[in-house]
C-alpha cells in the first residue's frame, strides 16, 4: 500500500498548477504536499514535476505518469462517493459561477432551497460575467446565457428565454408607442450587451441598430432605468416581469419579439464530478422544467 502514497497529492499537483493550489485544494498543508510528492519522486526514481519560482510543470515522465494516475483517482473519488450517495449527506463546498438577473433573481433563490435541504454544504455564487477557468478558480459550475464558445465545455440547457420590449408609461406618453422596430432609431434605447436588436419580421429575424443615452451590463439596472423613463429596453421576458407586475412599464412592440437565447449550465467536460455539482445541477434542470416565459 506503500507505494500509493503521493498519488493523490502529484495529482492535485498537476491540475492546480502548485503545492499551495493543491494544499488549498486538499485541505492539508503545502509542506505535506511537497513531502509526498518528493516521496513518490523518490519511489519512482524519476522527476515527476519541473519546479520554479513561479509555477510547477509536469516532466515528460510526469505527463505520462499523470494520465495513468487521474483514473485511479477518478475511480477512487467515484468508489468513496458511490457509498456516502446512500446518505446523501453533501458536505464541502459548492463553487458557482453565475451572472445576470435571471441568475440573481431565480437561480440563487433555487440554490438557496437545495442549499437547505443540505446543511452540511457550503454555497458560494460568483456574480462575474468573465470567461470562468474551471480548475484554477475552482468552479463546479457557471450559469450562461446565450450562445456559448467555448466547446471543450459540456452545456445543459436550463431554459428558453423569449424576449420582449418595453418602456415606462411616461416615456410612452412623453415621446409616443413605437409600432415597428424600425421606429426605434428615433427613440432612446437602453442598450445592454449590444446594440443591435433582433426581432422577428415578416417572419425572419432581422437587426435594428439602436442608440441612446444610458448602457449597462447588468439587466436589473437596465429595467430600473426603463421603469425610471430613460428609455426603451428590450431583454429576455422574466427581467421585466416586476416592473410589468407593478405597472411600472408597458410592452409594446409584442408582434415583433425576438425567440431570444437560453440559459445554461456549463461545466468542465471531465469524467468525475463531485457529487455535489451532479446534484445541484439536477436539481435546478428539475426546478426550471416547468419555467413557462411565454
Known amino acids: ?30 509542506s505535506h504536499i511537497r513531502r509526498q510528492v518528493a516521496r513518490l519522486e523518490e519511489r519512482l526514481g524519476c522527476v515527476l514535476l519541473a519546479r520554479s519560482t513561479r509555477q510547477v510543470n509536469l516532466t515528460e515522465n510526469g505527463t505520462a505518469y499523470y494520465h495513468q494516475c487521474k483514473e485511479l483517482v477518478i475511480g477512487l473519488q467515484q468508489a468513496n462517493e458511490q457509498v456516502n450517495q446512500q446518505q446523501l449527506q453533501l458536505s464541502g463546498t459548492l463553487r458557482v459561477s453565475a451572472a445576470g438577473g435571471f441568475a440573481e433573481h431565480f437561480v440563487a433563490p433555487a440554490l438557496m ?8 454544504l457550503t454555497v458560494e455564487i460568483d456574480f462575474n460575467s468573465r470567461m470562468v477557468n474551471f480548475v484554477e478558480d475552482e468552479v ?37 408607442t413605437p409600432t415597428h422596430p424600425n421606429q426605434l432609431k428615433s427613440h432612446s434605447c ?54 410589468i407586475k407593478h405597472h411600472k412599464l408597458a410592452a409594446i412592440l409584442e408582434p415583433f419579439w425576438g425567440k431570444g437565447a437560453s440559459s445554461w449550465i456549463v461545466y468542465k467536460n471531465r469524467h468525475f464530478q463531485p457529487l455535489r455539482a451532479r446534484l445541484a445541477i439536477d436539481f435546478l434542470i428539475s426546478h426550471f422544467s416547468t419555467w413557462n416565459d411565454t
Open 140 to 176: 463546479d459550475f457557471a450559469v450562461r446565457y446565450g450562445e456559448l464558445a467555448d466547446s471543450s465545455l459540456i452545456a445543459r440547457k436550463l431554459i428558453s428565454r423569449p424576449m420582449m420590449a418595453a418602456a415606462s408609461p411616461e416615456y410612452l406618453k412623453q415621446y409616443g
Open 1 to 30: 500500500m506503500e507505494s500509493f502514497e503521493g498519488i493523490i497529492e502529484f495529482v492535485a499537483v498537476a491540475e492546480s498548477h502548485g503545492f499551495s493550489a493543491a494544499a488549498r485544494k486538499l485541505g492539508c498543508s503545502t
Open 190 to 243: 437602453i442598450i445592454s450587451n449590444n446594440d443591435h436588436w433582433l426581432f422577428n419580421m415578416d417572419g425572419n429575424p432581422k437587426s435594428v441598430r439602436v442608440r441612446g443615452r444610458w448602457r449597462c451590463n447588468n439587466a436589473n439596472v437596465v429595467a430600473k432605468a426603463c421603469e425610471q423613463g430613460l428609455g426603451i429596453a428590450y431583454m429576455p421576458k422574466s427581467t421585466f416581469d416586476e416592473g
Open 113 to 120: 432551497t437545495f442549499a437547505q435541504q443540505h446543511p452540511q
